[in-house]
Nanobody, 120 residues
Framework: QVQLVESGGGLVQPGGSLRLSCAAS????????MGWYRQAPGKERELAAV????????NYADSVKGRFTISRDNAKNTVYLQMNSLKPEDTAVYYC?????????????WGQGTQVTVSS
């Protein structure tokens, strides 16, 4: 079974930093596109950052460019989101996503989400 286990969320002051981790299993991690999405109260889920398999690219939402960095360690089957210069508007539940080709099509799998709260 596909499993995505997130860690690293919590409470941080404005201007601070957090690093989220997502440990993946149940699929070929190195071939999957991995992403971080977030959902703030009263808003739709949105893409924060995405990183393709080795030959692909990296993309960020305009609101996080220059502050967030997505990376992956294929040896550890783990994807990270380094978040710097955090703002209150970054407060959201952050979800790890795996975009995986299996069963003849591309499927999406999700972690359970981890809360990030930016507040003084």
């Amino acid at each position: 079974q596909v499993q995505l286990v997130e860690s690293g969320g919590g409470l941080v002051q404005p201007g601070g930093s957090l690093r989220l981790s997502c440990a993946a299993s149940g699929f070929t991690f190195s071939s999957a596109t991995m992403g971080w999405y977030r959902q703030a109260p009263g808003k739709e889920r949105e893409l924060a950052a995405v990183k393709s398999a080795s030959g692909g690219g990296t993309n960020y939402a305009d609101s996080v460019k220059g502050r967030f960095t997505i990376s992956r360690d294929n040896a550890k089957n783990t994807v990270y989101l380094q978040m710097n210069s955090l703002k209150p508007e970054d407060t959201a539940v952050y979800y790890c996503n795996a975009h995986v080709f299996r069963g003849g099509s591309w499927d999406d799998y999700w972690g359970q989400g981890t809360q990030v709260t930016v507040s003084s």
